[in-house]
């Protein structure tokens, strides 16, 4: 069975991928073959999709993964779908999608304070404090950092989420902008957003 075909009985499933199916896929292997092949022929749109069943799979086999694989998995699927929008130049849509992400903060990830003190301004609006908000305040000069300190995981994408507002700012106000055609079966924003509130609703990490 080639790649694509694998891809495409991921798309025909009507219900969350199996066990043994959603194993295989994302075992590194194919997982690395699927999004070789979903950028050399530009099929975002069937990729987006593929990661949001990814991702309700990830939730149906919470049993068998255990917490710290369904975060961990969950987290890789929301950047592969934040990736994939960006490379279709969704950027209303991933802004959307980022922005719905942030809402949810218990998605993130262990850090050294050392770490965080290092990133300094860039960093800390994404480390969370102790009454689960962001935005924890340098320590004072002389107390050290924590051990360890749980940042969002959206900390590696806030660059390029500066970029893509820009690029947003700018398409809107050039009268000769273009954007990249959507598919007809593209999911909308809407629809995007509805997948990933299901998601969370249904004890994926919020």
Known sequence: M???????????????LDWE?????????????LWTDVEATQGYEDGAEAALRLLEATQAHRAQLGTKAVEARAILLYRTL??????????????????????HPQLCVPMKGNRVAEGGSRLTPFVQRPDGRFGATPS???????????????????????????????????PFATAR???????????IQRRLAQVHEGGAPQ
Do not use: C
């Open 82 to 103: 934040l990736t994939l929008l960006d490379k279709a130049d969704r950027w209303e849509t991933y802004l959307a999608v980022w922005e719905t992400l942030w809402a």
């Open 21 to 33: 199916r959603y194993r295989v896929t994302m075992d590194a292997v194919t997982w690395k073959a």
């Open 2 to 16: 080639t790649i694509q075909d694998w891809l495409s009985e991921v798309l025909a499933a009507t219900e969350p």
């Open 181 to 191: 055609p959507v598919g007809p079966n593209a999911l909308s924003t809407e629809a």
């Open 140 to 174: 004072p000069y002389g107390v050290p950092a924590p051990n360890i300190v749980a940042v969002h995981f959206l900390h590696t994408s806030s660059r390029r989420k500066a970029v893509i507002e820009r690029k947003l700012l700018q398409a809107r106000t050039d």
